[in-house]
C-alpha cells in the first residue's frame, strides 16, 4: 500500500461519492485523526482483533492479577 501520503488520496478517490461511510481500521491515532478530520460525520470502528488487544492490556493494567 505504500505510504499514508500516498495512499489516503486513493481511499478519498473511491469513496467520495459514497453518502454513509463507515469505517474499520486499528487505533492508530493517525488513522482516527484522519477520518475525523476528513469524513467527520463517517462512523467510525475499532476492529476486533485491536479492540479486543487493547481491552486486555488495559485489564491487564487495571486488574493487576
Known amino acids: ?5 500516498n495512499f489516503l ?9 459514497i453518502k454513509n461511510k ?3 481500521a486499528d487505533g ?3 488513522i ?3 477520518i475525523e478530520n476528513t469524513y467527520p ?3 467510525q470502528i475499532v ?5 479486543k488487544e487493547h481491552l486486555c492490556d488495559h485489564a ?6
Open 32 to 34: 482516527w485523526n484522519w
Open 28 to 30: 492508530a491515532q493517525w
Open 9 to 17: 488520496p486513493k481511499v478519498e478517490y473511491h469513496i467520495e461519492n
Open 47 to 51: 476492529d476486533y482483533f485491536h479492540a
Open 22 to 24: 463507515v469505517f474499520i
Open 41 to 43: 460525520n463517517s462512523t
Open 1 to 5: 500500500m505504500g505510504s499514508s501520503k
Open 60 to 65: 491487564k493494567r487495571y486488574f493487576k492479577e
